[in-house]
């Protein structure tokens, strides 16, 4: 997860920054961006305090009519969890009435602080996207939420219990599940068994779309999806990068049906390139786009 860069958009919508410091001239409406709020570097211009930044983005609109919210940086000096900004945001319930899509740690560099995300969900019944970077600090305690059709947690090690907890959640209407699970080192303690919920399909019968990447343990995860119920009501699996080789892309051939698939994802610089033509040759011909476009392959 390493140089990722700042969101270009969310829920459709362009991202647009905030101004960190009171400005002259109009803003865009309410409802045609994606608002991004960033508090200033210390030092730097612009409040370096998140709350003070809240309170001003909040009374410099209609919030009746903000659809989509990105939190970036919500601590000038480093330290602190994203607990304050993800208390405020559930606090402002009432204001944002037709908030759609929601985005925590659009931070570069260095990973973001998390904290138990799931008020969030709690207060916004309506919400359709929920998307978080960062592993550090991270909690995701099994929810039910009727709405939240798309769901991404980025991180460079996803804790076993955020993953247990997103497992055990009951998600009805959710289409689009994307994991970068990450590695062991950096705080990734889950085993591909953890999955197993998410494999079955318990609880997401709309997903059309599963991501679990960038694992050192994505053979395992390959091959435990090789079996898996919820395959079969995909339209898009993404198994791409961490470790995967040609026991996992092996595992996926030999096991269930994948030719209904629009794509798949299996990017890796580990798999032969014998192994890449047989997955090729077996599922392209149907219909079926095969990504294996990291360097040195075609």
Do not use: N
Request: net charge negative; charged share 25%; glycine share 10%.
């Amino acid at each position: 997860m390493s140089a990722v860069e700042q969101l270009q958009e969310l829920h459709g919508l362009l991202a647009f920054d905030f101004p960190a410091a009171p400005e002259e001239g109009g803003l865009p409406e309410p409802d045609s961006v994606a608002w991004r709020l960033s508090v200033a570097p210390e030092g730097g211009h612009g409040t370096t305090d998140f709350e003070e930044l809240w309170e001003r983005f909040l009374g410099a609109m209609d919030a009746c009519r903000v659809r989509a919210l990105i939190i970036g940086e919500w601590d000038a000096l480093e330290g602190s969890d994203s607990g304050a900004a993800v208390q405020l945001l559930a606090a402002a319930r009432d204001r944002l009435t037709a908030l759609q899509a929601v985005f925590l740690g659009d931070v570069e560099g260095e990973e973001a602080e998390q904290c138990d995300v799931t008020p969030v969900l709690d207060a916004y019944p309506a919400l359709r996207e929920l998307g978080i970077r960062g592993g550090a600090g991270l909690r995701f305690p099994a929810v039910r939420h009727a709405s939240l059709r798309t769901l991404g947690i980025e991180a460079d090690g996803l804790p076993a219990e955020v993953v247990r907890g997103v497992a055990a959640s009951e998600l009805p209407a959710l289409e689009y599940l994307e994991l970068s699970l990450g590695a062991e080192e950096c705080g990734g303690d889950y085993t591909a068994d953890d999955l197993a919920p998410i494999l079955a399909g318990d609880g997401l019968p709309a997903l059309r779309h599963l991501g679990l990447a960038h694992s050192d343990l994505q053979d395992e995860i390959a091959i435990a999806v090789s079996s898996a119920p919820v395959v079969a009501r995909l339209q898009s699996l993404d198994l791409s990068l961490g470790t995967l080789g040609d026991e996992g892309v092996e595992a996926l051939l030999d096991g269930v049906p994948l030719t209904h698939l629009e794509w798949l994802d299996l990017r890796s610089e580990y798999i032969g390139a014998d192994t890449a033509q047989r997955i090729r040759k077996a599922l392209e011909p149907q219909g079926v786009e095969v990504d294996l476009s990291e360097p040195g392959r075609s």
